[in-house]
């Protein structure tokens, strides 16, 4: 049973399964933050500064949004530094997308569908992800701002699958390695009547991803279900996307493996014009990127490939070496193995260790030089480096000493072996950073001893590093916390608005910068009508609601540096920055008419919205914020005179605006 249909063209049994898959209960959505963020997109009249303001509102998305945006290339913008030059250069559905994708990876990092990877599918993904977003530019038809929220999202169907039916869908996968010719699809189409490109399609659409991304997720699993003509838009989508996903097979795959999945990359940037050079360059900084994006999330990665020395380039590959010489001691468990990355000649420093130490069961990586061996250490991380002090190049005081340079470099326990033990170069090792001295050659029981010593150190290390990562998690979630019970402190939580101490402290915060660049600045008072009527008859359940309405029907007629504050009761209060008199007053008149149109309370006794506004400017004869407020209060006054009505005392005789 195979799938030959795109995501567009799904029939109507198909359309059926896939909102049946979206009904479910179970089906993985975006939480708290996140979900209130993608809700706000759907908006369409959120402007990039409100997006921006919730935005902030995450210090751990907003670090990620501005990170994806400066991955973003481009001439038109330097580098990215406020969340909101972030969404103007992401836009609106890549930031509803990014949402959606790290809020599943925040809550989906582990589940019940036994034999589903979950560490291993967030690494590819976020491999992917970047891809996407390195290549996309030199590719026609892939739209760079959403190209890291696609590759996040490319295969959230598995996901999907693997959350709704853990246990089907772990045989489904045990069924899958008995039988690696099976593709994937057959069987998801077999138990589940849909496949997880169809939902990831769905999850993308919905976000509103480009098509071509859409359309390459969708059959990227069957290439041969879609045809496009040679550098197309969907063409290029299509094999981008085959591109990002080997990329990722191969960083997570062991490095006994990194050389038979290399051919193939090959062969797939050659379909985008990629010289092999270009691609090999693209690929490291891919891998860079990886390790250090997943630090940042949280998310496994493990040594990064070897891409300039790939069969492509018919260069060796830095694999484990094989066993030759005699065995260090065998490793206990896998808690013991280290990787461990051997300097130096090969018959008299790697061929009479590299042997013994894989034969212990340890990971050993081999450089031929000095400067081949600071640019793998840097790369690989090993836990322990044993340096040939004469090595060439770049000898193994000077690499030593410009290791230590390096953060990366700090933390790695680095040996240096010499011809013989002379106390002058002895002293001269350990001032250039070594951790500890071998004379050649090594008798395999001191090496031993020595490697027990250096793992020591290695795991206080590595403890060191997880309390320090720990550290800066609780001291990240208490800012967090902090920010939110200042949030709450400076919040009206019945109607979401500015109480009135943050209406208080943000009109200063105007007067200052409108006195400074001599730019007007108004202010509105509001009361709403009638408003003690409607708690009377109706209840204060009624009248809570009205001030909800009210306040949302505010928003959505102010523009979005205006600011909305709830000052106490039935009153609310507006900041309008850089606003002229007439500019306040024909704004606030839109306010009282959206609201006038309002069915407060329905039943036998309607009763309509009304609002009435007072309006005022600083101007000369205004001294300070507090006596604009009380402009803008006597304004209210005289409006409140005839109800639904906008009024202003700055102006000779007093003027008001009423309804037709």
């Not at 999850?203 to 197309?232: H, K, N, R, T, W």
């Not at 894989?358 to 031929?368: K, L």
């Not at 072996?417 to 500890?436: K, N, S, T």
């Amino acid at each position: 049973m195979t799938s030959e249909k795109t995501h567009s063209e799904l029939d109507f049994t198909g359309r059926t399964r896939l909102e049946e898959i979206k009904a479910m209960e179970a089906y993985p959505l975006p939480k708290g933050a996140a979900l209130a963020l993608v809700r706000l997109t759907q908006r369409e009249t959120t402007s990039l500064a409100v997006l921006a303001h919730a935005i902030k509102a995450d210090p751990a998305f907003s670090v990620q949004v501005i990170k994806v945006a400066n991955g973003v290339g481009g001439a038109d913008h330097g580098p990215v530094i406020s969340l909101r030059d972030a969404v103007n250069v992401l836009g609106v559905p890549a930031v509803r997308a990014l949402a959606t994708g790290f809020s599943l990876l925040a809550n989906y990092r582990s589940g019940p569908c036994r034999n589903f990877d979950y560490p291993r599918y967030w690494s590819q993904a976020l491999v992917r992800a970047l891809t996407l977003q390195l290549l996309a530019a030199a590719c026609d038809g892939c739209p760079p701002a959403d190209a890291f929220s696609a590759g996040l999202l490319a295969r959230c169907g598995e996901l999907v699958l693997a959350t709704l039916f853990p246990q089907q869908y772990s045989d489904l996968l045990q069924r899958r390695c008995a039988a690696p010719d099976a593709r994937l699809p057959d069987l998801e189409l077999e138990a589940f009547a849909i496949t997880h490109a169809t939902i990831a399609a769905s999850v993308m659409q919905d976000c509103g991803l480009p098509v071509a991304y859409i359309a390459a997720v969708d059959g990227f699993d069957l290439p041969e279900s879609q045809a496009y003509p040679e550098g197309s838009g969907s063409y290029n989508a299509k094999n981008i996307l085959a591109l990002a996903d080997l990329i990722a097979d191969i960083c997570v795959a062991p490095p006994s493996e990194w050389r038979a999945l290399m051919p193939r990359l090959f062969q797939l940037g050659a379909r985008l014009s990629l010289k092999d050079e270009t691609l090999i360059a693209q690929c490291d900084r891919i891998a860079h990127e990886w390790r250090e994006w997943g630090a940042l999330l949280g998310v496994k990665t493990g040594p990064a490939p070897h891409f300039e020395e790939s069969p492509g380039l018919q260069q060796p590959a830095p694999t484990p070496v094989a066993p030759a010489a005699p065995a260090v001691a065998v490793v206990g468990t896998t808690a013991d193995r280290m990787c461990i990355l051997v300097v130096g000649d090969q018959a008299r420093v790697r061929n009479p260790l590299c042997g013994a130490l894989t034969t212990a069961g340890h990971q050993v990586f081999e450089a031929a030089d000095g400067r081949q061996g600071l640019a793998m250490a840097v790369e690989l991380q090993p836990q322990i480096m044993l340096v040939d002090a004469q090595a060439a190049e770049l000898d193994g005081l000077e690499l030593t000493r410009t290791l230590r340079q390096f953060k990366a470099g700090r933390s790695i326990y680095v040996m240096v072996l010499a011809a013989r033990a002379d106390d002058a170069e002895l002293v001269r090792a350990f001032a250039a950073g070594a951790d500890d001295f071998l004379c050649l050659p090594v008798p395999p029981t001191v090496l031993a001893a020595r490697l027990r010593a250096g793992q020591r150190v290695a795991r206080l290390q590595e403890e060191l590093a997880r309390e320090q990562e720990e550290i800066r998690r609780i001291s990240a979630e208490l800012s967090v916390s902090n920010q939110q019970l200042q949030d709450v402190g400076m919040t009206d939580l019945l109607t979401g608005c500015p109480n009135r101490r943050c209406a208080m402290d943000r009109i200063q915060q105007e007067w200052a910068m409108a006195t400074r660049s001599q730019r007007p600045l108004s202010c509105m008072v509001i009361d709403i009508d009638n408003l003690k009527q409607v708690n009377d008859s109706h209840g204060h359940v009624a009248g809570d609601m009205v001030l909800k309405l009210v306040a949302s029907a505010f928003k959505d007629e102010m523009r979005a540096q205006d600011v909305l504050a709830r000052s106490g009761g039935d009153e609310f209060l507006v900041i309008c920055p850089d606003t002229t008199l007439q500019a306040a007053m024909a704004c606030a008149d839109r306010m009282r008419a959206a609201v006038s149109s309002l069915p407060i309370v329905g039943g036998a006794q309607a009763v309509r919205g009304s609002v009435s506004i007072g309006v005022s400017v600083r101007d000369a004869s205004v001294a300070d914020p507090d006596a604009l407020i009380r402009l803008a209060d006597q304004g209210a006054y005289l409006a409140k005179r005839s109800r639904n009505t906008v009024a202003t005392v700055q102006s000779n005789p007093p003027f008001s605006l009423r309804p037709v």
